[in-house]
């Protein structure tokens, strides 16, 4: 029998940290050539997690340019797709989650009339412009999709009242796989100033903010809120890794560089970021892959946005919508940091996402579909 010739396509820095752990288990696996093609959508937030995971690409795309626009992602995908798609002859492409590249993979896919399996499928708002063009995204590449992996039941659900009924496997989340690689309680950071935090001392607040959807006044608001919080209680220090996005970093540096207990860093790698989840207090973000990774760790969430696709954590009570107002977030906000009992309430771990035992089951479903072994059994919270 022939190795099967299994593609993973991705291009930014949360496709990446969701993916390599895919790629391993298939490299892993008898009668399976585990390919990887990059579009690097982003670059060095790109490159960094990749040599965290060892995985080299058989193709790189090497299509980032500074402020791009979502047509220049999409036209650069996928006319860079079709020379790897002719050099590598996959059997099967995987895209993951809902970014332009996954969207432009799978587009050019189906042009190749390859199949396409979809990881992390089925997460819906329902609201066409937030996130965006996250929700576009994914409502696009179920429709192109030949297999859907669903996180989660309720994502099953969504693809199942659309009218996708085949071919639907219940995984998990893989970020909860690669979770299990990375944090580790003697970690110790390779930036020494993380060392430095008074963990367990002061409050440490972790924060994330890189939606297009923020863009403009949202951001303005979120980054005020930041500043009033951090200057209003002396008990507590920010930390915040600060996207590559020229976007985002002007935001930053026009409303929040400067402000006291303040600690802007450049990009972590996921290994660094991890940990510092892992050790902080509390966690501000429009991060999805955030919302999925602090539950886990037990690290309460202010989502800083009006709507969320992940309602699991949201309904086991350590995730909160905070919004985009500058008041609602600090008041939000500071009952976390004031009032222990509110802050107890939500601290507690709960897994609504994953098992770390995604990719197994993923690389199941994939030899099953191609009649190769069994199909896996669901993940079951
Ligand atoms: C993209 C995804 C978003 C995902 C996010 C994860 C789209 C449209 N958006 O948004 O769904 O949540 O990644 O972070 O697919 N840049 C660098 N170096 C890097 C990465 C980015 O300089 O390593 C800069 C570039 O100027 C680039 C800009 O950031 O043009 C924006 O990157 P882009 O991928 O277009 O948007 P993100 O906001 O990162
Ligand atoms: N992350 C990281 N370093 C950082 C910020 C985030 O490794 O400085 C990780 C984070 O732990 C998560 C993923 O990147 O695994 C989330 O990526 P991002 O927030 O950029 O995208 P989203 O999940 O919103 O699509």
């Known amino acids: 029998m022939e190795n099967l010739r299994i593609m993973s396509v991705f291009g930014t820095r949360p496709e990446a940290i969701k993916m390599c752990p895919l790629v391993q288990e298939l490299a892993g696996r008898e009668g399976v050539e585990s390919l990887c093609c990059v579009t690097a959508q982003h670059r060095e937030m790109l490159d960094g997690v990749l040599e965290v995971f060892g995985v080299r690409p058989d193709w790189d795309l090497d299509i980032m340019t500074p402020r791009q626009t979502l047509a220049t992602i999409t036209s650069k995908c996928l006319t860079g797709m079709d020379g790897a798609i002719e050099a590598l ?66 994502n099953r659900e969504n693809l199942i009242r659309e009218g996708h009924t085949e071919n639907l496997f219940l995984t998990g989340n893989t970020v909860i796989d690669a979770l299990k690689t990375t944090v580790r309680e003697d970690y110790r950071f390779a930036a020494e100033e993380l060392n430095r935090l008074p963990y367990g001392e002061k409050k440490i607040l972790l924060v994330t903010c890189h939606r297009r ?99 699991e954590a949201v309904a086991a009570g ?61 993940y079951c919270p």
């Open 318 to 378: 350590t995730v909160k919508l905070a919004g985009v107002v500058q008041d609602d977030i600090v008041t939000m906000a500071q009952r976390l940091i004031r009032d222990r009992e509110a802050y107890r309430r939500m601290a507690r771990a709960v897994n609504p996402y994953g098992d770390g035992q995604a990719c197994r089951r993923i690389a199941d479903a994939i030899l099953w579909h191609f009649g190769r072994g069994d199909r896996p059994e669901d």
């Open 89 to 154: 002859r996959p059997d099967l492409i995987l895209v993951h989650g809902d970014t332009t590249t996954t969207f432009a993979g799978a587009l050019s896919a189906f042009y190749h009339q390859v199949p396409v399996g979809h990881v992390e499928a089925g997460l819906r708002t329902y609201d066409k412009y937030a996130p965006y063009p996250e929700e576009m995204n994914r409502v696009l590449v179920s429709n192109l999709a030949d297999l859907h992996f669903c996180p989660t039941a309720s």
């Open 213 to 311: 959807e923020n863009y403009g006044e949202p951001m303005k608001n979120i980054m005020l809120a930041l500043r009033q919080i951090a200057e209003e209680d002396r008990d507590v220090e920010l930390v915040y890794p600060v996207h590559l996005s020229p976007v985002v970093r002007e935001a930053v540096d026009r409303y929040l560089r400067g402000a006291p207990r303040v600690h802007l860093t450049d990009p972590l790698p996921p290994g660094e970021m991890h940990n510092l989840m892992a050790r902080c207090d509390l966690v501000l973000t429009d991060s999805g892959g955030l919302q999925e990774e602090a539950p886990a760790l037990g690290k309460p969430v202010l989502v800083l946005r009006r709507e969320t696709e992940r309602p």
